[in-house]
């Protein structure tokens, strides 16, 4: 059970404006700008950076490195693990998306090899989180999920107790495990599957938090901001056209009152 509060996560927030922590994305094509956008909105900062002969400078002055496998190559395979070597050997923090995993054989291999050396964090969506910790017949539907979050938390938690990372799996309802302690948290809006990589950028922000918190309080604080976020932008929209522009309003103006109203979390 936690004592963690949406007044802890706020306090976290904060932590995140004050140090403006960068954080280093090798991420896909299509979640670049909004990934960066986000991480601007919430205070932190954000670099792009995905040639193989630039990762070894960024370890350096970065705080936080996230790996995303949603557009593949294999100049970009080489760069995301040589990145992960130099921050795990910095005990830096190391985020992994592994997208729509399950899909082929290249990501199948890319995922298995990244996971084998110790991300930190590892957050997806439900089918990729089972995907990811061997449930056979999970159907995959590339970026979407086939299943809800409450079908893989059980697979979060034996995924979590065999990498050593904290796992949070994201759907209607969002979980964060360590393999021992579990927590729920509630908010977004259900437009946004509705609008292409919002998933890819929270998985910059978690990168934010750990990169100023400890790992598994900075991952629950990450995805309250984010949800109780999302929910403010899902009620200002018609449609999932401006919600990009609409969640990045509301992360750089969220405050406790708004986490409060809009979020909650809560012990498993």
């Not at 609008?195 to 934010?208: D, E, H, M, N």
Request: proline share 3%; with cysteine; hydrophobic share 55%.
């Amino acid at each position: 059970m936690t004592t963690m509060t949406l007044a802890d996560v706020h306090t976290l927030h904060e932590r995140v404006r004050a140090e403006r922590p960068l954080v280093h994305n090798i991420t896909n094509f299509v979640a670049m700008t909004i990934a960066a956008n986000v991480l601007l909105a919430a205070g932190a900062s954000p670099a792009m950076v995905h040639s193989v002969d630039e990762v070894e400078d960024f370890g350096h002055i970065a705080r936080a490195l996230t790996l995303n496998i949603g557009t593949l190559s294999s100049d970009w395979i080489a760069a995301m693990k040589l990145a992960a070597a130099i921050y795990r050997a910095a005990g830096k923090p190391v985020v992994f998306d592994p997208v729509a995993v399950g899909a082929t054989r290249l990501r199948n291999a890319a995922a298995a090899d990244l996971v084998a050396m110790g991300p930190t964090v590892i957050r997806g969506n439900a089918s990729e989180i089972m995907a990811l910790s061997g449930v056979a017949g999970v159907a995959s539907k590339g970026v979407d999920s086939s299943a809800s979050s409450n079908a893989a938390l059980d697979s979060a938690v034996a995924l979590a107790r065999k990498s050593g990372a904290v796992v949070a799996v994201t759907g209607e309802i969002d979980y964060v495990t360590d393999g021992v302690r579990t927590i729920a948290i509630d908010g977004g809006h259900a437009l946004m599957p509705l609008s292409t990589a919002l998933g890819c950028a929270l998985t910059g922000l978690v990168g934010a938090f750990v990169a100023v918190a400890p790992v598994f309080e900075g991952t629950v604080a990450a995805l309250a901001t984010y949800a109780a976020a999302g929910a403010i932008a899902g009620k200002r929209v018609k449609g999932p056209g401006f919600l990009p522009q609409e969640l990045c309003d509301a992360l750089y103006t969220l405050d406790l009152a708004g986490l409060e109203a809009n979020a909650a979390i809560r012990g498993v």
